[in-house]
Nanobody, 119 residues
Framework: VQLQASGGGLAQPGGSLRLSCAGS????????MGWYRQAPGNQRELVAQ???????NYADSVKGRFTISRDNAKNTVYLQMNSLRPEDTAVYYC??????????????WGQGTLVTVSS
């Protein structure tokens, strides 16, 4: 099982980016999915998460600007980032709790995608 993240890049302050993270391999089911980020010198922090039923949770710093969503048929989670700020600059990591066989659930992480917000 792998998680492949994409969509990072350079954006101007006030701009937008959309991150995607797709799961592949033998997947029986996916529970929670989400995004963390880590800026240089900082610890990794939760950005947003979404349950299998669609309930969402956001860090206070991104509420009202970021939107997390998922497509269960595609084993994919998205992060729409609007009104970007320089402090959003970080490497963004996706994760998912995946059922790899009956009764076995494992946390997986994507490889990280760099988001840089700068003029």
């Amino acid at each position: 099982v792998q998680l492949q993240a994409s969509g990072g890049g350079l954006a101007q302050p006030g701009g937008s980016l959309r991150l995607s993270c797709a799961g592949s391999g033998t997947i029986f089911g996916i529970n929670a999915m989400g995004w963390y980020r880590q800026a240089p010198g900082n610890q990794r922090e939760l950005v947003a998460q979404i349950s299998s039923g669609g309930s969402t949770n956001y860090a206070d710093s991104v509420k009202g600007r970021f939107t997390i969503s998922r497509d269960n048929a595609k084993n994919t989670v998205y992060l729409q980032m609007n009104s970007l700020r320089p402090e959003d600059t970080a490497v963004y990591y996706c994760y998912a709790r995946i059922q790899v066989r009956v009764g076995v659930w494992t946390n997986y992480w994507g490889q990280g995608t760099l988001v840089t917000v700068s003029s």
